[in-house]
């Protein structure tokens, strides 16, 4: 497996957690260092150390079911140990409130880069989402 391969395989891990509601590989993907942070596409829009970047992830692919992405026009640049993959990114599912019983279907159109460094196998650094209105 070249490089962007394995690359791009560590970005669909992240997103496949949503589908499969597996959430060991957030921690597995992520690096879990002081390093690591994130700018995610949901409320609040600080930035995120690993530990809360993971409980925000874990809370948004638990309320979205039926849950779909789609990564599109990925760039991969890849710096010796270092690597930049930016993306347009597609999100669908039905957004559930669990306390009055609904749910909405949502459709997220956005843009990512995602920062990896390679220690042993490809792991994310940063993470930067957002949504295009």
């Not at 791009?8 to 060991?24: L, P, S, Y």
């Not at 957004?95 to 990512?112: M, P, Q, S, W, Y």
């Amino acid at each position: 497996m070249s490089e962007s391969e394995e690359i791009i395989r560590a970005v669909e891990a992240f997103f496949e957690c949503g589908v499969t509601k597996d959430f060991a590989p957030l921690r597995e993907v992520q690096l879990d260092e002081p390093r690591f942070s994130s700018f995610l596409d949901m409320p609040p829009y600080d930035l995120k150390d690993f530990k809360t970047a993971v409980t925000f992830e874990e809370l948004k692919f638990v309320s979205i079911s039926d849950y779909e992405y789609r990564i599109s026009k990925p760039k991969i640049s890849i710096f010796e140990n270092a690597a930049i993959v930016a993306f347009e990114l597609t999100q669908k599912g039905m957004l559930v409130d669990n306390k009055a019983f609904t749910g909405e279907h949502i459709t997220i159109e956005g843009r990512a880069t995602f920062v990896l460094i390679k220690k042993l196998t490809w792991k994310i650094v940063h993470i930067h989402l957002s949504k295009i209105s």
